[in-house]
Nanobody, 127 residues
Framework: QLQLVESGGGLVQPGGSLRLSCAAS????????IGWFRQAPGKDREGVSC????????NYAGSVKGRFTISRDNAKKTVYLQMNSLKPEDTAVYYC????????????????????WGQGTQVTVSS
């Protein structure tokens, strides 16, 4: 059964760091780009970052560029999102999702291009 499970969220002070993990099962992770998204209350789901199926290409939303780093370990079937210099506006539920087509690109972070969503992990940045 295809599944993506996020973990690593929590409460952190502004300026702090968190590392999110997205554990994949039920499919060959190496064949798919993976994206991270977030959704704050009352707001639309926002694309945060994406990594290509072999990890050679990454894309970031402007709001997180330079602060967040996406990576993947296909042997461990896990994708990570390292988040540094966190701000209150980063507060949201964070989701990972699989690009809907094999070998699909990360050129766009629009959520409609991704599927098989995880259940999400809450990130709260507050003092």
């Amino acid at each position: 059964q295809l599944q993506l499970v996020e973990s690593g969220g929590g409460l952190v002070q502004p300026g702090g760091s968190l590392r999110l993990s997205c554990a994949a099962s039920g499919f060959t992770l190496d064949d798919y780009a993976i994206g991270w998204f977030r959704q704050a209350p009352g707001k639309d789901r926002e694309g945060v970052s994406c990594i290509s199926h072999r990890g050679g290409y990454t894309n970031y939303a402007g709001s997180v560029k330079g602060r967040f780093t996406i990576s993947r370990d296909n042997a461990k079937k896990t994708v990570y999102l390292q988040m540094n210099s966190l701000k209150p506006e980063d507060t949201a539920v964070y989701y990972c999702a699989r690009r809907s087509v094999k070998y699909g690109s990360c050129g766009s972070l629009h959520h409609s291009l991704f599927g098989s969503w995880g259940q999400g992990t809450q990130v709260t940045v507050s003092s």
